[in-house]
């Protein structure tokens, strides 16, 4: 029996050595091919029918797919061979977003960041703003995380030549350091020392990380070691990745924050400040300065910010001294917040602010949805606004006097990238108010018929007083209404040229219609550097309750006023023309702070009021924004 087992035992063993043994007649194991050889254009079928219609290539259309499939199969190489190969028919933003994260992930980052700082610029010019947003901010982040490489030499040496990948490098980037991709580098150098030849030859791993990893170059006998003896014995007791990083700090020899990790540097954080003024020929001055800050995550696809404005505004119009208060001054704050979340292709956004006045309190919050589609052409957004405002006196308490006012404001709008330099965007506005908005210190004048008629527009504060009844009620506006906008604009994209042109038309139930276009001109002067016309125009009827003068009629019980009145002369008819420029100055490598300065006149004409015909305006903007990389 035992003999027995062993013969089996023995069997088993020889029949495995055989199975293991390749087969005579195997075939030969074939090399595979290159990306290119296998790509998307070798396998496309030109007999094919149209793959999609917003596609000029099918081709083109299909090595996006392919490039697609190849993302999400995990094949870099794949992905980026189609990818190119698709813009080299038809070059188009949603493929360029795609080539630069798959060559981000196959740790090519100086290409990737190339391809996205390209990218921001033109999805710009497209009007997309969300994706030049994202495509900014991925070059930001691709920049922070490029490893840097410091060399330094032991001892003394002469004729020194040191070359990375074939690269000689200048004494600069020697101790300074100079930004590679991530993965393999091969470090050659050549001197002489004591008049005898040296060389040094070392393949160094460099992981994302933007902190300076410093390679001592020994020549000659001495042990070669691949970074400092600190630095490698920190990272030899490095238990976890965040460990790992703070062993690599700017000295090189462990001096790294456990807090400074990978995942907080791919936050980035705008800091802005603008400062806007208005003056006018009514002695009407604004001030509003504005602070704001922002939080964005490009990997995680968040963000969120706040801001604060302050209004200083002083007035002293002849019509609100003739009818209401004289020269006043007043302050308004408005603090909001907002933030986003985005689940590919959905992005969720969320807002709330608050503006407080003496006579006015003001709370709004909003709610969006926007959904990217066919590969990023065409863009629909949903948007709702809810606000609640009280409105009182100066110095009287809510609960003596006040008003409340609802708003209800849905939007829709559809954006479509027409061709490679043309994009369009339509959009509908709704709003329902409820609550009586007339203002508690607007007085009306009133006149006898026989007077009314006779009068005209322009007429001094003495002219109108020496003519009116003794009667001066409160305005009184009606307690509901329905307004309705639509927009289009239009953007074309020329040789260092963009043109911008909206149209938006608007009636209410009030009776009011009206028209505005508005042009703007953006010309590159530089790559950092753009300046831009701008041209205004707006017309407007007026709403059907408006009267030059209204009448009052004497009865034995006293005076009958109309139950709808008003002295606001932007209810009435007017035209109203500006012109201006401005001009936009990027700052920095990966355009870190942004300059913006604009100008605008401003004309009005009103064409039915009784105090005032015209107004000369000039309105200006200072902004400055900081994006810390």
Known sequence: ????????????????????????????????????????????????????????????????????AAEKGGDLKQCIA??????????????????????????????????????????????????????????????????????KVAGEVEELVVEVDGKTLDEAAIEGGTKLDPGEHRITASAKRDGQPVTFDETVE????????????????????????????CMKKAKTPEEMAACVGDDGGGGG?????????????????????????????VISPVASFGLESVVDGWGVGASVLADVVTAASPDIVATASPHWTELRMAPEIHGHVRFDPVDISLAGSL????????????????????????????????????QGRTQTPFSVFSTQIDKHAGTVSLGLVLSKATFGQAAFTYVYEDG????????????????????EPGLSVDSVNLARLPIRPLEQLPVKRMRFAGTVLIAHRFSGVTLRVLERLYRDDWGTMASTTDFK?????????????????????????????????????????????????ELGPLINATLGAGVHWDIGEGEVVTLALTGDAIYTRFLNHLFVRQRWGAFGTFTMELWLE
């Open 1 to 68: 029996m035992q003999r027995a087992s062993i013969a089996i035992a023995l069997m088993l063993v020889a029949a495995g050595e055989a199975w293991a043994q390749p087969k005579p007649d195997a075939a030969p194991k074939e090399e595979p091919k290159p990306a290119e050889e296998r790509g998307c254009r070798a396998s496309f079928d030109t007999y094919a029918a149209p793959s999609s219609p917003m596609w000029k290539s099918d081709e083109a259309y299909h090595c996006h797919r392919a490039a697609e």
């Open 82 to 151: 189609d990818a190119k190969a698709a813009i080299e028919l038809e070059s188009r933003l949603g493929t360029r977003e795609l080539l630069g994260k798959c060559l981000a992930a196959d740790n090519q980052f100086a290409a990737a960041r190339e391809i996205e700082l390209a990218l921001a610029k033109d999805a710009f010019v497209a009007r997309q703003y969300n994706l030049a947003q994202a495509a900014q901010a991925r070059a930001a982040s691709l920049a922070r995380r490029m490893p840097i490489l410091k060399l």
């Open 206 to 233: 460099l992981e994302p990380d933007p902190h300076p990893i410093t390679i001592l170059i020994r020549f000659g006998d001495e042990p070669r070691d691949w970074g400092t003896g600190p630095q490698a014995e």
């Open 257 to 285: 924050s456990k807090g400074d990790t990978r995942e907080a540097r791919d936050i980035n954080v705008r800091m802005g400040v603008e400062v806007a003024g208005y003056h006018d020929s009514l002695d009407v001055d």
């Open 355 to 390: 503006s407080r006045e003496p006579d006015y309190l003001a709370t709004t919050v909003s709610g969006g949805v926007a959904i990217d589609m066919a590969d990023k052409n065409v863009n629909l957004a949903l948007l709702y606004q809810y606000s609640h405002d009280i």
């Open 436 to 455: 009586d908005s007339s203002k508690p210190y607007r007085h009306v004048p009133m006149f006898a018929p026989e007077i009314a008629s006779e009068l």
């Open 521 to 569: 001109l953006p010309i590159d002067i530089v790559k950092e550097l753009r300046i831009w016309p701008h041209v205004r125009a707006h017309v407007q009827d007026a709403a059907d309750f408006y009267e030059l003068a209204y009448v009052a009629e004497r009865t034995p019980e006293g005076f009958v006023v109309p139950a709808l009145r008003t002295g606001d002369r």
